[in-house]
């Protein structure tokens, strides 16, 4: 019975200690820039390449809440985070107009892909559009999987919906509530269509039994920004840090960091800041 | 799946051993966090058990209906009510503890309490009243009463510990919301399992697995253990 008690004392006093740590960590935190953005960037790997570069180089730590383009924007909005990157055109023409965000940058981009099973069964390859593209899936009555999260990406495919003037309600739609790395092996799983970004399907193309089925086009070019926030809304903020790390994205180093980050040896994201 | 069993569990057991700074710094986070919120919810929900196992008071039915409705909600639901006082709009907002480990805390408090005052609760009215009664008759002070049938009481106390502790230390919806899943900040044991799951990178997700598995196992076999002494012996 001694040494259980013994054993129990030990490691009450080693929680106690590791849990001090936590509950009265130094109050200064200028250092941490929280950044919220799509899960694409953060999974395609992109971010784990460029930010400890900047980190060394500043000093800042940036800490990432991988989400989709409209829970970060949310976010944003309520200043629950120190800068945001998303790639929502429109959504994000509004969070500048309404005076939350300020300084949108694009910063690069990629494009939209529609990916299907390997043999195309919708027949899409020749669609004149990506619209045209999405009336061929809902005719099939093959499954088409959405994010179904108000990301970007399902921003992007309710769009293509519209001008297709088709109502996403036909037998095969699924809305699956992910993100894209999900949804792509959802997508995989049921053999069905789904829109994802090309960074995202190349970096995890090994794992997938899906084609690009349909490509390119206006419609499907692809742009991210990262927007600061307004310090007349959250003074508190950490803005010096968020422009600090809106700055380095534009500088001609991380913009060719960007255009050389390669997964399978594929391109990802293609460089644009003043383009 | 283009890897193999045999090769994931070997990746596994490599990320482990090879004290894989990634890996570990899951682990110290889901461990910082969950033991923090175990030892701040600790003697108060005790004391609360305490009470409730031998006071009557007014009131004293509906806590108890409360704690157990607390006990059954979903943490995903802990997880939408710690969110919701924690951001910038909410009560707690001027904290900033929001997609900080301070704020999982708080959450995994919340799931634990209910559990910590309803087992021992249960613990103390088993006691034999009889024994806090004469201890206190025979002049011992409250205090060192209450000590005496804590460790009368050890081994279901320590299984209301370690049902509370296993309950927060898995628990994924909660620290997701509250936490944010931010790499070496808030990303513990259940939420990179979530996010490796969904890279379909499954090697790191095992590794995170076992360690579970075998804290599990320690923890059942400890308690088994404790158990056995404080039962009679069969013969």
């Known amino acids: 019975m001694f040494k259980f008690k013994?054993?129990?004392?030990?490691?009450?006093?080693?929680?106690?200690?590791?849990?001090?740590?936590?509950?009265?960590?130094?109050?200064?935190?200028?250092?941490?820039?929280?950044?919220?953005?799509?899960?694409?960037?953060?999974?395609?790997?992109?971010?784990?390449?460029?930010?400890?570069?900047?980190?060394?180089?500043?000093?800042?730590?940036?800490?990432?809440?991988?989400?989709?383009?409209?829970?970060?924007?949310?976010?944003?909005?309520?200043?629950?985070?120190?800068?945001?990157?998303?790639?929502?055109?429109?959504?994000?023409?509004?969070?500048?107009?309404?005076?939350?965000?300020?300084?949108?940058?694009?910063?690069?981009?990629?494009?939209?892909?529609?990916?299907?099973?390997?043999?195309?069964?919708?027949?899409?390859?020749?669609?004149?559009?990506?619209?045209?593209?999405?009336?061929?899936?809902?005719?099939?009555?093959?499954?088409?999987?959405?994010?179904?999260d108000n990301s970007g990406t399902h921003m992007k495919e309710m769009a293509i919906w519209q001008k297709a003037a088709?109502?996403?309600?036909?037998?095969?739609?699924?809305?699956?509530?992910?993100?894209?790395?999900?949804?792509?092996?959802?997508?995989?799983?049921?053999?069905?269509?789904?829109?994802?970004?090309?960074?995202?399907?190349?970096?995890?193309?090994?794992?997938?039994?899906?084609?690009?089925?349909?490509?390119?086009?206006?419609?499907?070019?692809?742009?991210?920004?990262?927007?600061?926030?307004?310090?007349?809304?959250?003074?508190?903020?950490?803005?010096?840090?968020?422009?600090?790390?809106?700055?380095?994205?534009?500088?001609?180093?991380?913009?060719?960091?960007?255009?050389?980050?390669?997964?399978?040896?594929?391109?990802?994201?293609?460089?644009?800041?003043?383009? | 799946m283009t890897e193999s069993w045999l090769s994931l569990i070997q990746q596994a057991f490599g990320l482990l051993f090879s004290l894989d700074p990634g890996t570990w710094s899951i682990i110290g986070v889901s461990f910082n966090v969950s033991l923090a919120a175990l030892l701040l919810t600790l003697v108060p929900s005790m004391v609360l058990g305490f009470i409730l196992a031998f006071a009557r008071f007014p009131g004293r039915w509906t806590v108890i209906n409360l704690v157990q409705t607390m006990q059954s909600i979903p943490t995903v639901v802990i997880g939408l009510l710690a969110y919701l006082l924690l951001t910038r709009m909410g009560p707690l907002g001027d904290l900033r503890w929001l997609f900080t480990q301070k704020g999982m805390i708080l959450g995994q408090m919340l799931i634990c309490a209910p559990v910590l005052v309803a087992m021992s609760q249960a613990a103390f009215t088993s006691a034999d009243r009889r024994a806090w009664e004469t201890s206190r008759t025979l002049g011992a002070p409250w205090l060192s009463a209450v000590w005496v049938l804590c460790r009368e009481l050890r081994a279901p106390l320590l299984m209301a510990i370690v049902a509370a502790f296993s309950r927060i230390v898995t628990e994924v919806g909660c620290?997701?919301?509250?936490?944010?899943?931010?790499?070496?900040?808030?990303?513990?044991?259940?939420?990179?399992?979530?996010?490796?799951?969904?890279?379909?990178?499954?090697?790191?997700?095992i590794a995170l697995g076992l360690v579970l598995l075998i804290l599990a196992l320690i923890l059942n076999f400890a308690l088994g253990t404790l158990r056995g002494k404080s039962e009679p012996r069969s013969h």
Do not use: C
Request: aromatic share 8%.
């Open chain 1, 6 to 148: 013994r054993l129990i004392n030990i490691a009450l006093s080693a929680a106690l200690l590791a849990s001090l740590g936590t509950v009265f960590p130094a109050l200064a935190n200028s250092d941490i820039i929280k950044l919220a953005t799509t899960t694409s960037t953060e999974n395609s790997g992109l971010l784990g390449y460029l930010l400890p570069k900047f980190e060394k180089e500043t000093g800042y730590q940036v800490q990432v809440i991988a989400t989709g383009t409209g829970k970060a924007l949310k976010l944003a909005r309520q200043g629950d985070v120190d800068v945001v990157m998303t790639h929502a055109p429109a959504a994000e023409a509004k969070f500048v107009a309404e005076g939350y965000g300020w300084m949108p940058r694009g910063i690069m981009e990629n494009d939209f892909v529609i990916l299907g099973p390997i043999n195309d069964p919708a027949h899409i390859r020749d669609s004149k559009s990506a619209a045209a593209a999405f009336k061929a899936i809902s005719k099939s009555g093959l499954p088409f999987i959405s994010r179904g």
């Open chain 1, 166 to 275: 088709i109502a996403p309600e036909f037998s095969g739609y699924t809305s699956v509530g992910q993100g894209m790395g999900k949804t792509l092996q959802m997508a995989n799983e049921m053999q069905g269509y789904t829109l994802s970004d090309r960074g995202t399907y190349v970096a995890y193309k090994n794992k997938l039994n899906l084609a690009v089925d349909y490509d390119g086009g206006k419609t499907l070019a692809n742009p991210y920004q990262i927007i600061l926030i307004n310090p007349k809304k959250y003074p508190d903020l950490n803005h010096k840090g968020a422009r600090a790390l809106s700055d380095w994205l534009i500088s001609p180093q991380a913009q060719k960091m960007i255009n050389n980050y390669r997964v399978n040896g594929e391109q990802l994201f293609k460089a644009t800041y003043g383009k």
């Open chain 2, 175 to 205: 620290s997701m919301m509250v936490g944010g899943n931010i790499m070496n900040v808030t990303r513990n044991i259940p939420t990179a399992i979530a996010l490796e799951t969904s890279k379909g990178d499954f090697a790191q997700a």
